[in-house]
Structures are given as structure tokens and as C-alpha cells.
T-cell receptor, first 115, second 112 residues
Framework: EAGVTQFPSHSVIEKGQTVTLRCDPI?????LYWYRRVMGKEIKFLLH????????ESGMPNNRFLAERTGGTYSTLKVQPAELEDSGVYFC?????????????FGSGTRLTVV | AQSVTQLDSQVPVFEEAPVELRCNYS??????LFWYVQYPNQGLQLLLK??????LVKGINGFEAEFNKSQTSFHLRKPSVHISDTAEYFC??????????FGKGTKLSVKP
């Protein structure tokens, strides 16, 4: 089966610009998570979708970040406007409902650099 | 609040030597623990997990970890490392809301 796919793999944008990251979860995985790792720090939870609904968005840093999950399939994470501190690696993960405690399948991440 | 502490940010070791990567956790709920590995330019891959039962957990690539409730630890071990084990390793605990709480990671560098 195909894994979790994220693109772009890298993105370099200027401060103030908008960037949209995309995640395609494993087919049939209703749980979808976004995480972020800022350089030198922990990987931190951003939000959790169950199908198209936001289950938990307590980790979203501020209202410059907008996540959507169209039709319960792929998800996008938009940063608008981007700030320097948004630089980092953004990971997406997915799991089947009720099986999240077995561990999630992560994508390769998107490395975002804001200059 | 739950948290994970990885005591070593970097661990250099020679090939074929044993290695232990340390992880301590703090949790007031049922404990589910994980180790993930990130090879260069790749995503996070699940190495092993502890959900319940035997405290010694075996994972992929010859790694194992031992859950120690009294010491709140979940150290990762391998008796003989290879160059290909060079990667960053992350310990994580499942949070009360279902998300994962990660440590800061340990970079394992295996030298010939």
C-alpha cells in the first residue's frame, strides 16, 4: 500500500508570503495528524482530523495557520503570512480509527524555510 | 502533564559496539510508549512500541527496549550497531488526547 505522501518536500519562501503544504494519508485512514519540528526542538503536535472534522487543534500556534481536510481525504496546511519562526519540518501522519495507539504512519515531511 | 526526556542529544559509537539510548517519561495515564527513527532525508519510522504485557519489547533492525515503570524509563538498546543505524531516534508517549508527545531526539552516529 502507498504510504503517507507529503509535498512539497522542501519549500523556501519569503517572510510574509503564503505557503500551502499537502498531505495524502494512507487510503482508509480516517485519523490524520499534523506535527511540526522547529530546529533543535521537539516534534510537536499541531492538530488531529477524524475524517473531515477537526478533533483537536490545540497545538496550532496561532491563527496564521489554517488546516483543512477536504472530504476526509487529503489535508492541507496553509501558513499565511509566514514568519521566520515558522521554519521547520512539518510532518503528517495517519492511522485507522481505533488503532492509533499502535503507532501512526508518518510521511517524509515538508521542510519549510522562511527567509 | 505528560512529557518525554531524552537524556542524550548525541551518541557517537563505533560499529559493532552496543548502544543504549535513554528515555524517561512522565505520565499520569495508561502508558503507551514508542520509539521512532528518522534516517537522513526520510520520514519517521516506527521502531517498536510498548502497549502492555512483557516489559521487554523487540522491534525492527535488532533493536529492543525495556519498559521500567518504577524508573519511568523506556531505554532503547542494540547489542551491536551498524553504520546503517546512523539516524535520529525519537522516544514518544501517547498523550491523553491521542496525540504523540515526543522527546527532543537523540542523534546516533556510528563510526567505522
Amino acid at each position: 500500500e502507498a504510504g503517507v505522501t507529503q509535498f512539497p518536500s522542501h519549500s523556501v519562501i519569503e517572510k510574509g508570503q503564503t505557503v500551502t503544504l499537502r498531505c495524502d494519508p494512507i487510503s482508509g485512514h480516517d485519523n490524520l495528524y499534523w506535527y511540526r519540528r522547529v530546529m533543535g526542538k521537539e516534534i510537536k503536535f499541531l492538530l488531529h482530523f477524524v475524517k473531515e472534522s477537526k478533533q483537536d487543534e490545540s497545538g496550532m500556534p496561532n491563527n496564521r495557520f489554517l488546516a483543512e481536510r477536504t472530504g476526509g481525504t487529503y489535508s492541507t496546511l496553509k501558513v499565511q503570512p509566514a514568519e521566520l519562526e515558522d521554519s521547520g519540518v512539518y510532518f503528517c501522519a495517519s492511522s485507522q480509527v481505533g488503532r492509533g495507539y499502535y503507532g501512526y504512519t508518518f510521511g517524509s515531511g515538508t521542510r519549510l524555510t522562511v527567509v | 502533564a505528560q512529557s518525554v526526556t531524552q537524556l542524550d542529544s548525541q551518541v557517537p559509537v563505533f560499529e559493532e559496539a552496543p548502544v543504549e539510548l535513554r528515555c524517561n517519561y512522565s505520565s499520569s495515564v495508561s502508558v503507551y510508549l514508542f520509539w521512532y527513527v528518522q534516517y537522513p532525508n526520510q520520514g519517521l519510522q516506527l521502531l517498536l512500541k510498548y502497549l502492555s504485557g512483557s516489559t521487554l519489547v523487540k522491534g525492527i533492525n535488532g533493536f529492543e527496549a525495556e519498559f521500567n515503570k518504577s524508573q519511568t524509563s523506556f531505554h532503547l538498546r542494540k547489542p551491536s550497531v551498524h553504520i546503517s543505524d546512523t539516524a535520529e531516534y525519537f522516544c514518544a508517549v501517547k498523550g491523553s488526547q491521542g496525540n504523540l508527545i515526543f522527546g527532543k531526539g537523540t542523534k546516533l552516529s556510528v563510526k567505522p
